[in-house]
């Protein structure tokens, strides 16, 4: 089996079969490479572009609950809230830990970014899941019934979390914190989605609410309407 995870290797991997079909404020920190070209420039800002520090202290390595990999994060609620993006890609699409596709990747120390989104890798609030199958600007995309599952994790995380499928260039594997810092939505969010020992958590790991219910659909298309840029 090739290394890349492939669109059709994905649709046999995911779980579930969900029938419906979707279409598809940051500060900056520094001037904006020009993805088109495919040239990759230096982030020179002291801030990721969605107005986090780039604080190597700030992270660290957080386990994928129910996968066998771990992946660097901003701690606090930022590593709750894109764990919980991490957990439901790997139950509801297809695995994290298999070496297929890229796995799951997070932080990095590399200041070459071929579109500004990607600084926020630097500051730990960003996510790359099957980085290798859906990279910047590639062709392939999300199965429907995938990319509406996407939809309905980023309903979970209430506008605090940005899909690279609805950024430009686009880049299906991605997501970042949508929010600045000490925001309480994020907090809440957090909360909500990681609560401490003994606190139920909504929605509950693996049995998440019907992404295809009539009610679920039109808040998340709602959503990305406001989140395409």
Not at 124 to 151: D, F, K, M, N, Q
Not at 158 to 177: A, C, I, Q, R
Not at 187 to 193: D, E, K
Request: glycine residues 12%; aromatic residues 4%.
């Amino acid at each position: 089996m090739s290394r890349a995870l492939t669109r059709r290797s994905v649709l046999a991997a995911g779980a579930g079969t969900v029938a419906a079909a979707w279409i598809g404020q940051t500060a900056p920190a520094a001037a904006a490479p020009d993805a088109s070209s495919g040239k990759q420039d230096a982030w020179t800002g002291e801030r990721s572009e969605n107005g986090w520090s780039i604080d190597a202290g700030a992270v660290s390595r957080h386990q994928v609950e129910g996968a066998s990999v771990a992946v660097v994060l901003r701690d606090g609620p930022v590593a709750a809230v894109l764990l919980h993006v991490a957990r439901r890609w790997h139950y509801e699409i297809a695995p994290l830990d298999t070496g297929e596709g890229g796995g799951v990747s997070g932080h990095t120390t590399r200041r070459a970014v071929a579109a500004s989104y990607e600084s926020n890798y630097l500051s730990g609030t960003a996510l790359c899941l099957h980085p290798a199958a859906y990279p910047l600007g590639g062709s392939e995309g999300l199965w429907p019934h995938h990319e509406l599952i996407v939809r309905d994790i980023l309903l979970d995380c209430e506008g605090t979390v940005v899909w690279g499928g609805d950024l430009s260039p686009v880049k299906p594997s991605h997501f970042h914190v949508d929010v600045g810092p000490g925001r309480d939505a994020l907090a809440r969010v957090a909360g909500r989605l990681s609560p401490p020992p003994g606190v139920l958590r909504t929605p509950v790991a693996g049995a998440a609410e019907d992404p295809a219910h009539p009610a679920r659909r039109v808040k998340a298309l709602r959503l990305s309407r406001t989140q395409r840029r």
